[in-house]
């Protein structure tokens, strides 16, 4: 991966397998098209009563008030009406059981067996530093990449992150927020070394709350290091933020059973999708789908693309795993 992008993962949470240790020939493509997905300034706020508000189109939470009416001396109690869930929130709600029942391994290392298209990856992760071993098969790709030094958090570290809702929520938009400035930076530094000159986008062009949330938990969600309370507290928070979808009958792209969770962000204009598995274990795809766009501001347009990966298998050791493709 580009150095734009390494430092955007070494600051926050991105997922650590997907093109780590590319070549380091960044072209102005690679660039522009970082700065128009993930790498614009968010100016953005988010509060309690935005978590408690929730009416949404694919995820609604309808509540009701919870006081009493008085009429006259023989007050009458009147009780609230009960809270309607929709499809969508029940079965993220069942997930988040089922997640919270599950166990974490106490192995050290964690290899995920993948597909990125056409090409195979496996990727180990050192649960107590951090560490990341990548290895590929594919055409004209090398073999092994090098070592990604604390490429993702480390099981400690995700399990001191906030679990009781709105405080993950509020964290997780920090953490966005905080992601965009170290990333804008790496890329006005790219820009300038490459002689040229960065415009900003337009003020109106920003990413809610919502699609802030959505896109950290995707990523969280896809990390074997999160242990059963944070992916719990996840779906709960998918469950209460608006434009969310479900589908509870799907399947991932090898047939296997799933529920698919998925979100259009419209200002950046490519919708998220996760495909966990019924048990809440662990995420078996993960897709962002993103929209052609057109030359604008300079900038070369882009042809529609989909970036996929599709987790085969993920065991635990306690040694450090081979490259399992060196034959």
Same mark, same amino acid.
């Given at each position: 991966m580009p150095t734009i992008d *390494? *430092?955007?993962?070494?600051?926050?949470?991105?997922?650590?397998?997907?093109?780590?240790? +590319?070549?380091? *020939?960044?072209?102005?493509?690679?660039?522009?098209s970082a700065r128009h997905r993930t790498m614009r300034t968010r100016s953005l706020t988010a509060t309690a009563a935005g978590v408690a508000a929730v009416t #949404?189109? !694919?995820v609604a939470v309808t509540t009701a008030g919870t006081g $009493?009416?008085?009429?006259?001396? !023989?007050?009458?109690? @009147?009780? +609230?009406?009960?809270? =309607?869930?929709?499809? #969508? @929130?029940?079965?993220?709600?069942k997930l988040s059981a089922a997640a919270a029942s599950t166990t974490q391994s106490t192995e050290r290392y964690v290899e995920m067996s993948e597909l990125q298209g056409s090409d195979k990856r496996t990727s180990v992760i050192d649960s107590q530093n951090g560490d990341i071993w990548t290895y590929q098969q594919g055409q004209g790709i090398p073999s092994e990449l090098p070592v990604y =030094?604390? !490429?993702?958090?480390?099981e400690?570290?995700?399990?001191?992150?906030?679990? #009781?809702?709105?405080a993950l929520r509020s964290f997780l938009i920090r953490q966005a927020r905080q992601q965009n400035a170290a990333g804008l930076r790496a890329m006005k530094a790219e820009l300038k070394k490459k002689h040229i000159k960065y415009k900003p986008f337009p003020a109106e062009i920003k990413e809610t709350p919502d699609d802030l949330v959505f896109s950290q938990a995707m990523y969280l969600l896809w990390n074997p290091l999160v242990g059963p309370s944070l992916r719990s507290a996840l779906f709960k928070v998918l469950a209460a933020t608006p434009g969310? @979808? @479900?589908? $509870?009958?799907? =399947?991932?792209?090898?047939?296997?059973?799933?529920?698919e969770i998925s979100r259009y962000d419209k200002a950046a204009n490519y919708t998220g999708e996760v495909f966990e598995s019924p048990d809440a274990s662990a995420v078996l795809e993960t897709n962002s789908f993103y929209a052609a766009t057109k030359p604008k501001d300079g900038l070369a347009g882009e042809a529609a693309r989909n970036e996929s990966d599709v987790y085969q298998k993920i065991t635990w050791s306690s040694t450090l795993p081979p490259n399992p493709y060196d034959s």
């Open positions: *390494e *430092e955007i993962l070494s600051n926050l949470m991105h997922r650590a397998t997907s093109d780590l240790c +590319a070549p380091q *020939e960044v072209t102005t493509r690679v660039v522009t #949404a189109i !694919g $009493s009416t008085t009429s006259g001396p !023989g007050h009458r109690h @009147v009780p +609230a009406p009960p809270v =309607k869930l929709t499809a #969508a @929130v029940r079965t993220l709600n =030094k604390a !490429g993702s958090p480390t400690a570290q995700f399990d001191a992150y906030p679990t #009781a809702m709105p969310v @979808v @479900v589908n $509870s009958h799907a =399947k991932d792209a090898l047939g296997r059973p799933a529920i």
